[in-house]
């Protein structure tokens, strides 16, 4: 009797047991999955963009806007027009501005083989208001400033410049911007002549916007004599005594070096009084007569040497301006005093 009573209660425990557990798991298959821990939140996916410039630029802080900066080159005879590549388009003089997609405001960065200097807020304000001989283009400040091509060259105040200066120097730029989408590129801004400029609405899907302004002369001499030029009139641009020079140039290459052109002709009429002789090296016999200067022999004598002597002028400013080669200008990078 008593062995009847415990199978009983075992039994009974057993379907107990049981019943609990296929309780146990219809209210678990009832209950709605518990998430695994949530992600971290991930960020927008971003492209990068570059903005490439290539020939004579500079790349300068804006003076009106800490936030912007302005490229800006000169406009020379030796050049092709500015060219807009992703538009296929020329531009005029004029002032601009790349309208870019919001991005990053991180960094910027340089490449170590960027040419940097300190540049007089002043100077590139009076650049900005040299109508008709400069290119200026107002972008937002990059994220970084890459290097798209170099070139070996020194660079300095002096002349010739120091060769502890030599280095493979940038010589067209890349400046990067992280965007949140590649649509929303534009060029806006204003001519300083002719027709209204009309806006450019620009496709990036390289992802590319490429500015250029090419040499009007392909063809190279040992010298560099269109860089060394060229680098001049852009140091010029912004009120900065720099020169160039390149270490496989021959050493005869200073002689008619362009950069020193306007040194020479400034030492040639360096102490002359200009009152009496400033018509005389014009070929103005007149101006000059009124100075004080005899008439007869002597006046036809002057006349003689001043057409001389501008002739010479002349021929020395085609001599040092003759075309050389593609643009290996180093890019200057401006910093604020």
Not at 310 to 337: D, E, K, N, R, W
Request: net charge neutral; aromatic share 8%; glycine share 6%.
């Amino acid at each position: 009797m008593r062995t009847e009573r415990h199978f009983t209660c075992n039994l009974l425990a057993i379907a107990c047991a049981v019943l609990a557990t296929l309780f146990l798991v219809a209210c678990q298959q009832s209950q709605p999955p518990t998430p695994a821990s949530a992600p971290l939140e991930s960020k927008s996916a971003t492209t990068d963009v570059y903005v490439i410039f290539e020939g004579p630029w500079a790349i300068v802080p804006d003076p009106k806007d800490a936030n912007s900066v302005l490229a800006l080159a000169p406009k020379t005879k030796s050049h092709r027009p500015l060219a807009l590549v992703n538009a296929n388009k020329t531009l005029e003089a004029g002032v601009y501005e790349l309208q870019i997609p919001p991005h990053g405001n991180e960094g910027p960065t340089f490449d170590k083989g960027i040419f940097q200097v300190k540049v007089d807020p002043q100077a590139v304000q009076r650049a900005l208001d040299n109508r008709s001989e400069r290119y200026a283009i107002r972008l937002p400040r990059p994220g970084a400033y890459v290097a798209e091509t170099r070139h070996r060259s020194r660079v300095s105040s002096k002349y010739p410049p120091e060769t502890s200066t030599e280095m493979d120097y940038v010589t067209s730029i890349s400046l990067r911007y992280s965007v949140a989408s590649k649509t929303g590129f534009s060029l806006v801004g204003t001519q300083d002549a002719g027709a209204e400029f009309k806006p450019l609405l620009l496709s990036v899907d390289t992802p590319t916007v490429r500015f250029e302004i090419n040499p009007a002369e392909d063809t190279l001499d040992s010298c560099y004599t269109h860089a060394r030029r060229t680098f001049h009139e852009l140091a010029r641009l912004l009120g900065l005594t720099l020169y160039v020079d390149f270490p496989d140039s021959p050493d005869d290459c200073h002689k008619k070096d362009p950069q020193l052109a306007q040194a020479e002709k400034a030492q040639l009429f360096h102490g002359l009084p200009t009152s009496r002789f400033g018509g005389l090296f014009a070929g103005d016999l007149v101006a000059a007569q009124e100075a004080g200067i005899a008439g007869g022999v002597l006046a036809t004598y002057f006349d003689f040497a001043a057409r001389r002597v501008t002739q010479s002028l002349v021929a020395a400013f085609y001599f040092f301006h003759t075309g050389a080669g593609a643009c290996i200008t180093p890019i200057i990078v401006g910093t604020t005093p």
